[in-house]
């Protein structure tokens, strides 16, 4: 199976330059937990906020809600490809210990595959392999 078949394709994205309000703002209108960060004009992924990085890289440290996205990204996440097989994404998730994974095609952010999707598509992967996945990704940081 491939990754276009289960993703959320145009999902929603801010830039380094918006506010962590913003961003906040995004997740809660889009009901996600995590946003591509792209390069204003050419939609190139530079990174990923979710609600836990707002929380533990915002909150935790005192920062407000007019810090820049910059400040709480991560940086150079893992993305795949709308054509890649659904057993890349698998990969990435585990090795990157991430439940989400920008799709890119041309350069240009296309949509997000998270372990949920994996879990909702049947044919995507057996619940055995969801399983582990789960586990893998749960492991204490590396």
């Known amino acids: 199976m491939k990754v276009r078949e289960i993703m959320t394709e145009n999902p929603a994205c801010c830039t380094p330059e918006q506010t962590v309000r913003e961003a906040a703002r995004l997740m809660a209108q889009n009901d996600c937990g995590s946003i591509p960060v792209v390069e204003e004009g050419s939609r190139g992924v530079v990174g990923v906020v979710t609600d836990r990085d707002l929380a533990i890289r ?21 993305c795949c490809g709308p054509d890649d097989d659904v057993e890349r994404v698998e990969r990435l998730m585990a090795e990157r210990q991430v439940r989400r994974v920008p799709v890119v095609e041309g350069g240009r952010v296309v949509g997000m595959v998270a372990q949920a999707d994996l879990a909702l598509h049947p044919h995507a992967v057996s619940d055995e392999e969801v399983g582990q996945l789960v586990e893998e990704i749960s492991q204490p940081s590396r």
Not at 59 to 76: F, K, Y
Request: no cysteine; net charge negative.
């Open 58 to 78: 915002v909150l935790a440290e005192g920062r407000g809600p007019d810090t820049p996205v910059s400040q709480a990204m991560t940086a150079d996440p893992a």
